[in-house]
Each structure stands twice: as C-alpha cells, then as structure tokens.
C-alpha cells in the first residue's frame, strides 16, 4: 500500500532528491554523501512504516561512501528492482506466488465486496423438497369413471388417467397404506380418490335396489401344529379328516361349512396348517375371515405359532374366541394357558375383557355347543350382511393346477350370486367358469 501511495517515481524521485546533488568540494563530498543518507533512510522508513504494517527496511550503512560507489539514478532503480529490496514482508503467504499468479488472484477477489455483491457465508443445507408431480388428467366436469369394490389402485389409475404417485400420496395424505399398486381398494377410497383429482365417479355393483340378507360368518381356525385344530373341525362335522392327512398335519387351506344342529344356521370354516412353513396361508386365511378361533392345547400352552397366529389376527382386524383344546388330558392346566394369554395382550372375558374363552375336547366331544354359541353370539354382534343377487365377488383362498380338471380354485363367495358359464377376473386374469363344486364335490349351477 504505501508503494501504491508513494509509486515507482514518488520512490525514485526521493533518492534523486537525497543522492543527485551539485557538485562539491572533494573535502565535503563525504560528509555530505553520509547526512544524505540518513535523512533518505529516516524518511523512506516513516513513509513504509506509516503505510504498511510488518514491513522491514534495509539498513543503507553498507553502502559504501566513495565516489565510485555512490548511486546513480540507474544504480538506484536496479537496487530496488533486485533481491536486496528496501522494502520486504515478514510474513505473507502469498510470497512465492508469482505475479501473474498475484494478478489472478486480484482479478478473481476483486468483485467480492463491490456494489450488490455479498461476502461469503458458509454453505447452508436446505431440506431436501421433491418437485411437484404434474398432474394427468384434467379433472373435467363430463369425466366420469366407473369404479367397484376390490379393484385395484393400477386399475383406477387406468380409469382416471392419473399418475399412481400422485394417487399413492393422496392415500397416505388421508391415511390409508397401499404397499404395491396390485393391492386392492374399497369403493369408498376409490371414491375418494376420484373426488381428491376432481373425477366424477359412477359404482358399480352398489347394494342400491338388491336384496341385502344376514349371511353365515366365515371362521378360520388358527394354532400352532399339532394342537387339535382339524380335529376339533372333524368333531364340528361329524367327519375324520385329520386321519386322511400325510402325517397327520394339514398342509392346505381347506374350507367347508358346517351345519350348526343346535341353532339350525351354518357356519363357513377355513382351516389352516400350523406348521411354521405355512406362515403365508395362515396369512390369507386371516385376511378373508370374520371371525379367528385361537386353539391352544392345554398340556402344551402357548407356542410360537400361536403368537404368530395371535398377530396375523390383529393385523387383519379381526375377532378372536380362544378355544383351549385338550382339556380332557391328565395334564392339561387351563387357567395357566389363560395366564399366558393375559401376558400376550389377549383382554379375556374372565378378566374384564371381550374375548371368549371355551374349554372343549375334540375327542370327546365336550364343550363343542358352548364352543358353537361362542362363535354365533360374536356373529350377532358384527350384524354379518351381503347382497344375494347381482354379480358375485368372492376371495380365492387357495389355487392349484389339476391333472384331470385343470385350473382349480377355491373360493368363498362374499356377495352376490355365482353361476356356472359366468366370466370372471382374477386380477389381471380372466377366465369362464366352466363348473362349480362344493364341499362334497357336487356338481352345483
């Protein structure tokens, strides 16, 4: 700064002022050449020292004071452009840069602080905000859509012509989860995404105008291996088909009804295996079902797939009755298994809760009516309906692929009415209904 101040000329003219004298005698040259040069290191050293902060000076005392010696003009502009300069830094870390390096960096950091720039600040990491999906469809007031219960988001997207993340985000903006776009959906949310795109919508199949009649609950009968399940099913019906079964362990969902003799109403049951290889049957069973009937043995307690059962249930939403099986066995220790029940959450009616607890016995045959009761007294409280006429829906419980017939599946008709000849869509399969069988293997329109 102060060799901007005082410049190269300003510099060169304050050595001429003190070196470039008149001629004088020899005897005084000397003594002149001496009083110059400490009045021209005094006042270079004021003016560095009053406009640079850290600058040395180079003392001018090993100059040597003869005649032949002493500066010229040009000695003087040498003398400050080479290594021994008047003027140094002490301490700058951009010494050794070179001075188109020192012109760059000028050049570069000349506009920091010019009008409307602003000085740095450290990087701030604002949030992450997802653009704005665009919008497919319209939303035109003509557009209208025709929507049913049990089809699924995919198919709704198609309809409405909307994108399915923005339909995704609207179910989880209102509360509902929908883990793949095959899932199925209510006609109600259908409804509600339609209205949430601005979509006139039109139901298909509604209970408006058809005949709506109490219907027999669907039970599934949940427990771990081995804890009397198909037994207690074989005692319902009055059959033996655990004795049929490889090893003893159910290996299919199978599902029949049984005709209650003491009340003269039926009642839709789904049993499922307990082994633990078979987790994603118990899972279905408990999605299609009404009502969940947990069967604990008493001499064994509560197992893990009895756990496994007990989570599949409330998953689902759905109602259990705890039916201790083997009550019957020199072993067998009932309150322990309701302690155990207590301990996993499961609010008996013993206790102040609302679940039913039965002692039955499978092979003798004991506690089967109150076990009945049970089960139609928590179907009174759901008040169970369905529409009898129109086109069928139904839940395929199980599917396999026979030599002889074909394509079989096994169903379980929730509304409406199925006949043989009718087309059907599974999904995104469709196909004809070339026969209906029922429980028995009957031959039915």
């Known amino acids: 700064m102060a060799l901007r101040h005082l410049g190269k000329k300003g510099i060169q003219a304050s050595f001429k002022r003190g070196f470039v004298l008149p001629r004088v005698a020899e005897s005084t040259e000397t003594q002149i050449s001496s009083t110059v040069l400490r009045i021209s290191s005094e006042s270079v050293s004021f003016s560095l020292a009053r406009y640079i902060n850290g600058f040395g000076f180079s003392s001018l005392s090993n100059w040597s004071s003869t005649r032949e010696s002493f500066p010229t003009e040009t000695s003087i502009r040498y003398f400050h452009a080479s290594r021994e300069t008047l003027a140094r830094r002490k301490e700058d870390p951009d010494h050794a840069l070179s001075h188109r390096e020192r012109k ?7 506009g920091k602080f010019s009008k409307g ?44 012509g909307e994108l399915l993340s923005i339909l995704q985000s609207i179910l989880v903006n209102v509360g509902e989860t929908v883990t793949s776009e095959f899932d199925t959906i209510s006609v109600d949310v ?29 039970v599934t009968v949940m427990g ?68 969940v009937v947990l069967v604990v043995a008493a001499d064994d307690g ?25 009550c019957d066995k020199a072993g ?44 139609l007294l928590q179907a009174v409280d759901m008040e169970l309906k369905a529409r009898v006429d129109g086109p069928a829906q139904a839940y395929v419980v199980e599917a396999r692929l026979d030599k002889g017939r074909g394509p079989l599946a096994t169903i379980i008709v929730k509304a409406g009415t199925l006949v043989s000849g009718h087309h059907v869509v599974i999904g995104f399969q469709w196909g004809r209904l070339r026969a209906i069988r029922d429980m028995t293997g009957k031959l039915t329109d």
Do not use: C, W
């Open 104 to 110: 760059k960096q000028t050049v570069r950091t000349k």
């Open 332 to 375: 067998a220790n009932p309150e322990r298994i309701k302690n155990q029940l207590t301990a996993e959450g499961i609010e008996l009616e013993d206790i102040g809760g609302n679940v039913q607890v039965v002692e039955v016995s499978a092979i003798k045959s004991t506690g089967l009516d109150k076990l009945e009761e049970a089960l």
């Open 224 to 291: 771990h291996v081995d804890h009397g399940k198909t037994s207690l099913l074989d005692a319902l019906r009055n059959t033996s088909v655990a004795a049929r079964e490889a090893g003893g362990i159910t290996q299919h969902v199978g599902a029949f009804v049984v005709g209650m003799p003491d009340s003269g109403t039926s009642i839709t049951f789904l049993d499922t295996p307990g082994h633990a290889a078979f987790s994603e049957m118990r899972a279905r069973g408990a999605a299609v079902t009404d009502i």
């Open 117 to 160: 720039a602003k000085p740095d600040k450290p990087p701030v990491e604002a949030p992450y905000v997802p653009p704005r999906l665009k919008r497919l469809a319209k939303g035109l007031p003509e557009k209208t859509v025709d929507i049913f219960e049990g089809m699924t988001l995919l198919e709704l997207s198609k309809r409405t």
């Open 190 to 218: 259908a409804e509600l995404l339609a209205m949430e795109i601005g979509i006139n919508v039109r139901r298909q199949h509604t209970t408006e105008g058809s005949e709506i009649l109490p219907r027999p609950p669907v």
């Open 302 to 326: 509560v197992m893990p797939q009895t756990l496994e059962a007990i989570a599949h249930a409330r998953l689902a939403n759905v109602p259990i009755v705890v039916a201790i099986n083997k």
